[in-house]
């Protein structure tokens, strides 16, 4: 497809873990990169995944890159309440020194 | 170190009025980015310079939108005249272009226009 898509909508109890997945666009694409945005704040970077590695964890964040599906995935293990926020995805594609970006993925922690 | 700082923060004004947006980017930064995020969608791309050097601005409006970075480190976004779809978030974003071009974003600047 054209564009990075994301499901719109997770919810998830306090403590249980999130998974967020995004599908991109651009089998070449040279880095994936996972954005926060709290409300009325800008993008946050919480990590990001060069397109030879198949997954990075950075403490309680995993990330999965499926190359061939072009898929990509967000573990947030023990789910604060607050991680409630927008978690956008995007990718660079080869190229390009800009990033693009999903729709975003609303994340819903309930207490 | 400071991040990147936007101002306005909030704007509000009428249809055909013009409007500028401001933005510093972290020091030492040479790609500067503008942003523009619509409620409930990720953010797109309106211009990049590298250093002072508009180098994509493919998706620029460039009948009523403007924009500079004078000696390649403050930049400015104008519209003029404002149309009531302009209303939107405004991100400026800045990287150092090297390995894995992370970008920096600032709170944005939301625009209404009414």
């Known amino acids: 497809g054209e564009d990075v898509e994301q499901s719109l909508f997770l919810s998830v109890r306090e403590g249980d873990s999130s998974v967020i997945n995004c599908t991109y666009t651009d089998s070449s694409s040279t880095y994936l990169y996972w954005y926060k945005q709290e409300p009325g704040a800008g993008l946050q970077l919480l990590t990001y995944i060069f397109s030879n590695m198949d997954m990075k964890q950075d403490q309680r964040l995993t990330v999965l890159l499926n190359k061939k599906d072009k898929h990509l995935s967000l573990r947030i293990a023990d789910t604060q309440t607050g991680d409630s926020a927008i978690y956008f995805c995007a990718e660079r594609k080869t190229g390009a020194n800009n990033l693009f970006f999903g729709t975003g993925t609303r994340l819903t922690v309930i207490p | 170190e400071a991040g990147v700082v936007q101002s306005p923060r909030y704007k509000i004004i009428e249809k055909k009025q013009p409007v500028a947006f401001w933005c510093n980017p972290i020091?030492?930064?040479?790609?500067l980015y503008w942003y523009l995020q619509n409620l409930g969608q990720g953010p797109e791309l309106l211009i990049r310079y590298e250093n002072e050097e508009a180098v994509d601005d493919s998706q620029l409006p460039k009948d009523r939108f403007s924009a500079e970075r004078l000696k390649g480190v403050d930049s400015t976004l104008k519209i003029q005249p404002a149309e009531l779809g302009d209303s939107a978030v405004y991100l400026c974003a800045s990287s150092y272009s090297s390995g894995a071009n992370v970008l920096t974003f600032g709170a944005g600047s939301r625009l209404t226009v009414l």
């Open positions: 020091s030492g930064h040479n790609t």
